[in-house]
């Protein structure tokens, strides 16, 4: 996708002349009021969130619904519906984006590795691969363990071989297809870190082959015993592909600028092997309820729009639409987007604080980041550094919904507690929890359900969802350096009184009085003026 290049951030420079302006201006003139970002994050508690996470699991409980919310199917759409009428309720005007998406079905498979035989969960089959019918082949591993390209392949001949390569460096599907190349006829990845591996080819891709995620142990015991000698490896799929229609929902306030929108978004799809409330009713349910207590505020300086992402887990399907539909059909709309934030799971069992690592210092990011980034990523540092809350940095990994924005150009951070991660000592020293079990036990799972919530987590992540809601509806000056607006306002007139030239004349000993307090009025009036401007410009600092 080209990238597309943003305005030019150079009203930075008039920023100060901009205020002192409008702190020469006084009087009767109205305009919106900024939302006090402290307040409005106390209206967003966890325990509304969590009745909106019991809707969702009730709906994917729901007789016919299979347990899931997955893409395409009546959990989807009785969610889809459930959001749609919460924001009706509280006053918002939605809209349907409307896709088609190919969705997988695995019927049946089967790995055995050297005699032993791995279950679906042991070894997950990619989205979107190639089945096959029975094949059993030696394994081979290529020069460069990542087997991402032709080069890596270079004087190894995996004809009728199953090839086995590590996470890392590539796509999945660049390394089925390179496998291919070499002439493998299937695929195994193994994990470059604890845990399984659920991967994705994102699409259905022309030129691979049947392709198996493992987990990193098994992944190292392999390849050392493929040095030692031949290892007999046999494979089967049964798989089935459809094509489907899905949707986005959107909703926006009804106030604020509407050429300095704030987008939110979550994704409201599961994976079809369970309700997905962590996975991501979490991010979904908490946005709804921000988006209701906003429309409670009154008059906004932004506008705020709210996307619920339909597809997320057949490859970000929903968001990529969103950005590309707008990207053919109206760049300037895109423009007028100031920022993204994306929250992806926000309730894990055995969490971190994660805040999407704009500025590269705690991880580096394998994509360029767009300029404002850093600042957005910011309203969250500084938030937590005032409430004294640890947080650590995680990956723009292209794994959630931000990565169509960022490839255009549109600043981006987030909030995430992690997923099939593992808790390492330094995190479990910040934020308690297991070492060396992932942070989400049960991602992509049956139990990713109500009791998979971790209530602490999700009480920290929301009052940090509904802070920078509220921050950023005020102002994005540090963003992309539009101000708020300055009331333009009248000069108050005091009531004419009744001449006194004897006064002047005489230089009585009454008009020293009298001008003092005409100066000290002039001055409280400056000094108030000067705090209103200034106040204007402090929304997104950390608090004192």
Same mark, same amino acid.
């Given at each position: 996708?080209?990238?597309?290049?943003?305005?030019?951030?150079?009203?930075?420079?008039?920023?100060?002349?901009? =205020?002192?302006?409008?702190?020469?201006?006084?009087?009767?003139?109205?305009?919106?009021?900024?939302?006090?970002?402290?307040?409005?994050?106390?209206?967003?508690?966890?325990?509304?969130?969590?009745?909106?996470?019991?809707?969702?699991?009730?709906?994917?409980?729901?007789?016919?619904?299979?347990?899931?919310?997955?893409?395409?199917?009546?959990?989807?759409?009785?969610?889809?519906?459930?959001?749609?009428?919460?924001?009706?309720?509280?006053?918002?005007?939605?809209?349907?984006?409307?896709?088609?998406?190919?969705?997988?079905?695995?019927?049946?498979?089967?790995?055995?590795?050297?005699?032993?035989?791995?279950?679906?969960?042991?070894? *997950?089959?990619?989205?979107?691969?190639?089945?096959?019918?029975?094949?059993?082949?030696?394994?081979?591993?290529?020069?460069?363990?990542?087997?991402?390209?032709?080069?890596?392949?270079?004087?190894?001949?995996?004809?009728?071989?199953?090839?086995?390569?590590?996470?890392?460096?590539?796509?999945?599907?660049?390394?089925?297809?390179?496998?291919?190349?070499?002439?493998?006829?299937?695929?195994?990845?193994?994990?470059?870190?604890?845990? @399984?591996?659920?991967?994705?080819?994102?699409?259905?891709?022309?030129?691979?082959?049947?392709?198996?995620?493992?987990?990193?142990?098994?992944?190292? =015991?392999?390849?050392?015993?493929?040095?030692?000698?031949?290892?007999?490896?046999?494979?089967?799929?049964?798989?089935?592909?459809?094509?489907?229609?899905?949707?986005?929902?959107?909703?926006?306030?009804?106030?604020?600028?509407?050429?300095?929108?704030?987008?939110?978004?979550?994704?409201?799809?599961?994976?079809?092997?369970? @309700?997905?409330?962590?996975?991501?009713?979490?991010?979904?349910?908490?946005?709804?309820?921000?988006?209701?207590?906003?429309?409670?505020?009154?008059?906004?300086?932004?506008?705020?729009?709210?996307?619920?992402?339909?597809?997320?887990?057949?490859?970000?399907?929903?968001?990529?639409?969103?950005?590309?539909?707008?990207?053919?059909?109206?760049?300037? =709309?895109?423009?007028?987007?100031?920022?993204?934030?994306?929250?992806?799971?926000?309730?894990?069992?055995?969490?971190?604080?994660?805040?999407?690592?704009?500025?590269?210092?705690?991880?580096?990011?394998?994509?360029? &980041? $767009?300029?404002?980034?850093?600042?957005?990523?910011?309203?969250?540092?500084?938030?937590?550094?005032?409430?004294?809350?640890?947080?650590?940095?995680?990956?723009?990994?292209?794994?959630?919904?931000?990565?169509?924005?960022?490839?255009?150009?549109? $600043?981006?951070?987030?909030?995430?507690?992690?997923?099939?991660?593992?808790?390492?000592?330094?995190?479990?020293?910040?934020?308690?929890?297991?070492?060396?079990?992932?942070?989400?036990?049960?991602?992509?799972?049956?139990?990713?359900?109500?009791?998979?919530?971790?209530?602490?987590?999700?009480?920290?992540?929301?009052?940090? &969802?509904?802070?920078?809601?509220?921050?950023?509806?005020?102002?994005?000056?540090? *963003?992309?350096?539009?101000?708020?607006?300055? @009331?333009?306002?009248?000069?108050?007139?005091?009531?004419?009184?009744?001449?006194?030239?004897?006064?002047?004349?005489?230089?009585?000993?009454? =008009?020293?009085?009298?001008?003092?307090?005409?100066?000290?009025?002039?001055?409280?009036?400056?000094?108030? &003026?000067?705090?209103?401007?200034?106040?204007?410009?402090?929304?997104?600092? @950390?608090?004192?």
């Amino acid at each position: 996708m080209q990238k597309k290049q943003r305005r030019s951030r150079s009203a930075f420079a008039a920023i100060g002349a901009t =205020a002192l302006a409008g702190a020469m201006v006084w009087g009767g003139a109205t305009s919106a009021s900024a939302v006090d970002q402290d307040a409005f994050a106390d209206t967003v508690t966890v325990d509304a969130i969590m009745e909106r996470l019991a809707d969702l699991q009730a709906i994917a409980d729901a007789p016919g619904n299979g347990g899931n919310r997955s893409a395409g199917s009546p959990g989807y759409e009785a969610s889809g519906q459930y959001v749609e009428a919460v924001l009706a309720e509280a006053g918002y005007t939605t809209s349907r984006q409307v896709f088609d998406v190919t969705t997988q079905t695995i019927e049946s498979q089967s790995v055995t590795v050297g005699g032993e035989i791995l279950t679906p969960e042991q070894a *997950i089959p990619m989205a979107y691969t190639p089945g096959t019918t029975p094949i059993t082949f030696d394994a081979i591993v290529p020069a460069v363990s990542t087997g991402c390209t032709a080069d890596d392949w270079a004087g190894v001949d995996a004809t009728d071989r199953i090839a086995v390569v590590s996470r890392g460096v590539c796509s999945f599907a660049e390394k089925s297809v390179a496998a291919a190349g070499a002439g493998a006829r299937a695929l195994l990845v193994y994990n470059s870190e604890p845990g @399984p591996l659920n991967g994705t080819f994102g699409e259905v891709v022309d030129g691979t082959v049947p392709s198996f995620g493992i987990e990193a142990d098994r992944g190292a =015991a392999l390849v050392t015993a493929i040095g030692a000698g031949a290892v007999s490896i046999s494979v089967a799929l049964e798989q089935t592909t459809a094509t489907v229609s899905t949707f986005n929902v959107i909703a926006e306030t009804a106030t604020g600028r509407a050429d300095n929108v704030v987008m939110l978004g979550s994704h409201l799809d599961s994976v079809p092997e369970g @309700p997905g409330i962590n996975d991501n009713g979490s991010g979904s349910a908490t946005l709804l309820e921000v988006a209701v207590q906003l429309a409670k505020q009154g008059e906004l300086n932004n506008k705020v729009r709210f996307a619920w992402w339909g597809a997320e887990e057949l490859g970000l399907v929903g968001s990529t639409h969103y950005v590309d539909d707008l990207v053919e059909n109206d760049p300037a =709309a895109l423009d007028r987007i100031a920022t993204y934030l994306n929250f992806d799971m926000v309730g894990s069992p055995n969490y971190i604080i994660g805040t999407y690592d704009a500025d590269e210092s705690s991880v580096p990011a394998n994509v360029e &980041i $767009p300029a404002g980034s850093i600042e957005t990523e910011d309203v969250f540092e500084n938030y937590f550094t005032s409430i004294g809350q640890p947080f650590v940095g995680t990956s723009f990994d292209g794994r959630s919904d931000y990565q169509a924005f960022i490839d255009n150009g549109i $600043p981006a951070s987030g909030l995430f507690t992690g997923a099939d991660d593992v808790k390492t000592e330094e995190e479990a020293a910040l934020f308690g929890g297991i070492v060396g079990e992932t942070l989400d036990q049960n991602y992509h799972q049956a139990g990713d359900n109500l009791e998979n919530i971790n209530e602490e987590a999700l009480g920290i992540m929301s009052k940090a &969802i509904a802070f920078a809601t509220a921050s950023l509806a005020n102002d994005t000056v540090l *963003i992309n350096g539009v101000a708020a607006p300055t @009331p333009v306002e009248e000069t108050p007139v005091a009531p004419a009184a009744a001449p006194q030239p004897a006064l002047a004349a005489t230089g009585s000993a009454d =008009a020293g009085p009298l001008l003092a307090v005409s100066s000290l009025t002039l001055l409280v009036g400056a000094t108030m &003026i000067g705090l209103r401007a200034r106040r204007r410009y402090s929304s997104t600092a @950390p608090k004192s």
